[in-house]
């Protein structure tokens, strides 16, 4: 998109939630007097219209003051209500009394797959009692080999339940496809979309249409303006509750599973006013890198971190290496806030 093409869009007003028709009619009317078409997005919650035409006869039409507007945002940047242009401030996350975003930092641990009842109560009691603010764990998984182990689907679901209501810990678990929505989203806390699927479009608008808040993870071959237009088409549908979570991409050095991508932090933070954490267990690939990937991330700005921890790491069903042991956690998280702590952050 070039804004400064003459007949480009240009800008997008942002209709408030009790925006009426005859609100959005009016503006369709001051644009068309200024020479200009208007394009309506209907959503669930706001409507948005899209203003096309002439910069410079654009540039003259004061829509901020007319009813039922509540934003006019210019599109010098194609990740529009992502952008920190949007609105400056912080955006801060609530999930069940717990906060990220701001000086609000998010340790959500937990084992990448709930594998039984057992495994994950062990988990979620020890992450807990070290002070991780959520838990995380996989009841439908995303395995690269069709035979590996992928999850235990609505029995990890009910197992989860469980561990929150004995641990008061939100619940963060993968929606991997449209079909298992009901059943996630009756469970979940924050719907995580994993890394796979971060331009899987059609998943990203059904997320977007639900009230539960979204961590959305970087595809390992997608930039960052990529993630940021992947949060877009979430934000779109009215769901204003993104997580941007960096996870390593796919480079050429095969000493770790992925490459940390530490810049993305100060640059996401740059460009959006949206929480960014990263994980560094996926990144890593091996235990033994993972507190040293966290240092980093915090150290850059990070809003939060995303670890895999497991009672017995060695005998995991999926991801075993770079799995923390539930023994070495609660040093782990001590570490960690104290950093968080120099930082300015404290465990929301
Ligand atoms: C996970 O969090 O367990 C996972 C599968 O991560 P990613 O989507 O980043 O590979
Ligand atoms: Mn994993």
Redesign the pocket.
Known sequence: MNATDATELQFVVVMDGEATDDHVEDVLECLSRAGARGRVAPGRDTTMIGAIGEQGLLARVALDERPGVARVLPVSKPYKLASLDASPEQTVIQVRGRRVGGDAFALIAGP?TVESREQTLATARAVASAGATMLRG?AF??RTSPYSFRGLGETALAILEEAREETGLPIVT?LLDPRHMEAVVQIADVI?I???NMQNFLLLSEVGRCDKPVLL?RGPSASIEELLMAAEYILKEGNERVILCE?GIRTFEPSTRYTLDVAAVPVLKQETRLPVIV?PS?AAGRRELVPALARAAVAAGADGL?VEVHPDPDTALC?ARQLLATATFPEFASEIEALAALMGKAFG
Request: charged fraction near 45%; aromatic fraction near 0%; hydrophobic fraction near 15%.
């Open positions: 990448c996989g998984k995303p993968e995580q994993g890394a796979r993870k996870r994980d996926h995303l991801d």
